[in-house]
């Protein structure tokens, strides 16, 4: 790895990658996968059925460019969300990651600053570097939380031209008020921030839980990010989206490749969005197991923080490498998300589930890991 590093570096990198390393996490054999925060639940039968067919019926035409506007799949997904939106408000390419790499490329570059708020989502700063755009921390309470008053004061002190709001945030689990992100969008005014609201985990939010989607008329510089990676199941399809006003989309179009959504991913999350009834049924079921890991890991004398998405993020272990190791030699990946005391899990099927807490609770038993004063409870 060390020769790999050295031989890169001798290349013309950009100054501001060198010593960066890519997003990943780790890619192991285990039979119990909940560190990449999947829908463990794969894609339903009928769904599968309904995709094959659209992507053979696709084929056909193959030979031909596809539709770089990809009209119907916008018009699908603006029914989808409601909230009144039209297709002129919908924009989408591979993955919610694609969409945030193109926000930057219109909205960011050099000489303009990207502000995020960490603990949160960590290809933030990788896409800022990727486009050359200045990344500035801001900073949460001692437990993870972002109000407005903070977040505006450090939007404005940044001057930032644009801010992540990750919600659920990613590691955390938790959702953000509207007042945040209202207050936000007004501290913005005076460096015309672009405001980008990360619901990539939305659908796995307790019930009423209102989105950003709600404060988008009236506000041309709000940007509402989605995928379908996560609640559809479509992690390997790669299609993300967003909505925003007419004129945001028209500044994708600036720089976005011709033609970057093929016709076999178009085609693929236009079957899904016929049949999501199905797929949604799904997430209440992930819901009640991460609701199931919450409940429990309390009883163990830990401390999860109340999650709106489909993953749980816990404290109160000493040694959280201790544990994640012991997981591991159990058969159960889950995510250290390198903040101390804490570790990060995705919420899989009850099989899934009862592995990872009955893993958990054997480790507990045996001292590994456990803060002083935060010894487990036994019921």
Known sequence: MTDQLERLDRLPLRTNLRGLSPYGAPQLDVPILLNVNENTHGVPADVQAAITEAVAAAATGLNRYPDREFTELREALAEFLGHGLSPANIWAANGSNEVLQQILQAFGGPGRKALGFPPTYSMYPLLASGTDTEYVRGVRGEDFSLDAASAAAQVAEAGANIVFLCSPNNPTGTGL???????????????????????????????????????????????????????????????????????????????????????????????????????????????????????????????????????????????????????????????????????????????????????????????????????????
Request: charged share 20%; net charge negative; no cysteine.
């Open 177 to 379: 008020g509207l007042d945040v992100v209202e207050a936000v969008y007004e501290a913005g005014e005076a460096s015309q921030a672009i405001v980008i609201v990360d619901e990539a985990y939305h659908e796995f939010a307790h019930d009423n839980t209102p989105s950003a989607l709600t404060l988008l008329p009236g506000r041309e510089r709000l940007i509402v990010s989605r995928t379908m990676s996560k609640a559809f199941a479509l992690a390997g399809a790669r299609l993300g989206y967003m909505a925003a006003a007419p004129e945001v989309t028209d500044a994708i179009r600036l720089v976005r490749l011709p033609y970057h959504l093929s016709a076999v991913t178009q085609a693929t999350a236009l079957a899904a969005l016929q049949h999501r009834e199905a797929l949604m049924a799904d997430v209440e079921d992930i819901k009640v197991q991460r609701d199931r890991i919450v409940t429990e890991l309390l009883r163990m004398g830990l401390k999860p923080a109340a999650s709106d998405s489909n993953y749980v993020f816990f404290g109160g272990l000493e040694n959280p490498q201790a544990i994640w190791q012991g997981l591991l030699d159990a058969g159960v990946l889950i995510r250290d998300v390198g903040i101390p005391g804490h570790l990060r899990v995705t919420a899989g099927t009850e099989r899934e589930t009862t592995a990872f807490l009955e893993a958990l609770e054997a480790l507990l038993a045996g001292d590994a890991g456990v803060a002083p004063g935060m010894a487990p409870r036994h019921g």
